[in-house]
């Protein structure tokens, strides 16, 4: 009945290369490097993050109800986030939905990132979709697991309340695979960073209108919260899953020039 998916609150790695970013030091950089992504703890900002978005949460889905399933990423921040975000829920663990493997590139830098990756982070740029982060993961990848996420909750919680802490990446597959995105519509979005998913920001699908509350066959509507940016809301969206013709699609390809005839 309701999706409501949230990223994990600011984290030690996230909290790094916003330093990085300001040429500022970082303390245990070198602690950093060699820690396994999924050990990676939220920071103090983090946790206050959580709490907030916890806060919201209550005030706005569980006045009347709760939810009737929690699910959360192994990783660490995504555990913590949980923790603080409802203390007295009961959370299952699902290894569908930790974060990205990014590969060669965890416990880099974001500007060492970019000198030694510069080929790879080329290629995002033209199609974030599908190319593969050395000895990591696509996003195009990731899409799978969420396709059995999903296949997991309808057969097991039918008509249900869920909530889902997880992870911004994840959370742009949830979108391709929910909304039916095609590739190239994708690209454009992923380079909009007004798009992009704060720490705790929340997106929220449901199958009841908004406008009129018919409560329909399938998720219909989405929406987008921020609430650790003064609770900006992004007004509620009815969902159009397109169909292709032949034209539309021979068109989207000839957006990329040809090299050979």
Not at 74 to 79: C, I
Request: hydrophobic share 40%; proline share 6%; charged share 30%.
């Amino acid at each position: 009945m309701d999706l409501v998916l949230i990223r994990h609150g600011e984290s030690e790695m996230n909290a790094a290369h916003t330093c990085f970013e300001r040429d500022e030091p970082v303390e245990c950089l070198q602690e950093l490097r060699t820690r396994p992504d999924s050990l990676f703890r939220l920071t103090n900002a983090g946790i206050l993050q959580a709490k907030i978005a916890g806060d919201w949460i209550r005030q706005n889905f569980m006045r009347e109800k709760p939810f009737d399933v929690h699910l959360v990423s192994g990783f660490n921040r995504g555990l913590e986030t949980a923790g603080y975000l409802l203390p007295d829920a009961r959370w299952e663990i699902n290894m569908y939905i930790h974060e990205r493997d990014w590969g060669d590139m965890v416990g880099i830098p974001k500007a060492e990132r970019l000198e030694q990756f510069a080929d790879v982070f080329d290629q995002r740029k033209k199609d974030p979709l599908f190319p593969r982060i050395p000895n990591g993961e696509s996003l195009a990848g990731e899409c799978a697991r969420i396709e059995l996420v999903l296949d997991y909750l309808a057969r097991e919680y039918p008509g249900k309340r869920v909530l889902i802490v997880t992870h911004g990446e994840l959370m742009w597959c949830f979108r391709v695979v929910i909304e039916k995105i095609a590739p190239w519509h994708f690209g454009d979005m992923y380079r909009d960073t007004s798009r992009w998913i704060p720490n705790c920001g929340i997106l929220h699908y449901s199958r009841r209108d908004p406008m009129t509350g018919v409560m329909g066959m399938h998720l219909a509507w989405m929406r987008t919260v921020h609430p650790t940016e003064s609770f900006a809301m992004r007004p509620w969206t009815r969902i159009h899953r397109e169909l292709w013709t032949a034209d539309e699609l021979i068109r989207a390809a000839e957006r990329t020039p040809r090299l050979l005839a």
